[in-house]
Nanobody, 114 residues
């Protein structure tokens, strides 16, 4: 079993930045991969960024160059640094991991609006 708890969402103006955190209940190095997704009402959950522990990192085209995924192994925490935020980035953001099965966090709301 793996528990994921996101934090750091909120309201930010266009062009601003936020950093999301995902606290993981076990050692991240024991997992196969970690990542971030987002979802807006009525739409599917879309992948944003993922780190696989063959060291490959993936970013969706929509966030490439603006968002950065990183890991603090000592804190068992995954981060998503989001810069140059746009209104279309408004969504619920979910942390994700895979260890024999998929695990999701509860989500954190990010709203980009002036």
């Amino acid at each position: 079993q793996v528990q994921l708890v996101e934090s750091g969402g909120g309201l930010v103006q266009p062009g601003g930045s936020l950093r999301l955190s995902c606290a993981v209940s076990r050692s991240i190095v024991s997992l196969n991969a970690v990542g971030w997704y987002r979802q807006t009402p009525g739409k599917a959950r879309d992948i944003l960024a993922r780190i696989r522990f063959d060291s490959s990192t993936f970013y969706a085209d929509s966030v490439k160059g603006r968002f950065t995924i990183s890991i603090d192994n000592a804190k068992n925490t995954v981060y998503l640094q989001m810069n140059s935020l746009k209104p279309e980035d408004t969504a619920v953001y979910y942390c994700w991991t895979f260890l024999n099965q998929v695990y999701w966090g509860q989500g954190t709301q990010v709203t980009v609006s002036s």
